[in-house]
């Protein structure tokens, strides 16, 4: 069982936007630590897609943004695409765990 | 640019160690505030994060898998190796190594393609 808690599927149609929720605790997401999220297409190895709970590394579409407030986070996909159709993790730190994950999110394109 | 690569066996027979080496490059593990994680993802299920070295050899694990696990760092050739003792069918996975700046956010922003490691007589 994951630290963090995400949504095991998520869908939507071409052109829609959808969420992906991501809830911690008072060990990691409630004390103040940054949410991060991996996108993982079929058959890759993850890639950092949202970081410091809001920020896009280099080449990742503004169509992603990320959101934190307290014990939970948000990975928002507007626009969505085809290719966007992957598992989406999200990271964080925690008192007790330096690295913990989220479940995973499958994301999935009508 | 920051890569890994991860290695070692394909196929490991059960209670034998597993040995994983993650060659880097990019950064370096003589600078301060930055750290290797090891984190593996069994077949179709979620990411689990095994263990982390900080470039200070301060070594952290996953308490479920603490007693099998040792990761160790030679700084001078770029390379993290992670042991895990007495593997059985259920450490059947994809391992990954990570950069993990551990002075910032703590993201795992680079990420190695991943070693499939089988468990099996």
């Known amino acids: 069982q994951s630290v963090l808690t995400q949504p095991p599927s998520v869908s939507g149609a071409p052109g829609q936007r959808v969420t992906i929720s991501c809830t911690g605790n008072s060990s990691n997401l409630g004390a103040g630590y940054d949410v991060h999220w991996h996108q993982q297409l079929p058959g890759s190895a993850p890639r950092l897609l949202i970081y410091?709970?809001?920020k896009r590394p280099s080449g990742v579409p503004a169509r992603f943004s990320g959101s934190k407030s307290a014990t939970s986070a948000s990975l928002a996909i507007t626009g969505l695409q085809a290719e966007d159709e992957a598992d989406y993790y999200c990271?964080?730190?925690?008192?007790?765990?330096?690295?913990?994950f989220g479940g995973g999110t499958k994301l999935t394109v009508l | 640019q920051i890569t890994l690569k991860e290695s070692g066996p394909a196929l490991v027979e059960p209670t034998q160690t597993l040995t994983l080496t993650c060659t880097f490059s990019?950064?370096?593990?003589?600078?301060?505030?930055?750290?290797v994680a090891w984190i593996r993802q069994p077949p179709g299920k979620a990411l689990e994060w095994l263990a982390l070295?900080?470039?200070?050899?301060?070594?952290r694990y996953n308490p479920s898998l603490r007693s099998r696990l040792t990761v160790t760092k030679d700084a001078s050739r770029n390379e993290v190796v992670l042991s895990m003792a007495n593997m059985a069918p259920v450490d059947t996975a994809t391992y990954y190594c990570?950069?993990?700046?551990?002075?910032?956010?703590?993201?795992?922003?680079?990420w190695g393609q991943g070693t499939v490691v089988t468990v099996s007589s």
């Open positions: 070295i900080l470039w200070d050899d301060d070594a």
């Open positions: 410091a709970n809001i």
């Open positions: 990570s950069h993990y700046p551990s002075y910032s956010t703590r993201a795992l922003d680079f």
């Open positions: 990019g950064f370096s593990l003589d600078t301060s505030g930055l750290g």
């Open positions: 990271q964080s730190y925690d008192t007790r765990l330096s690295v913990v």
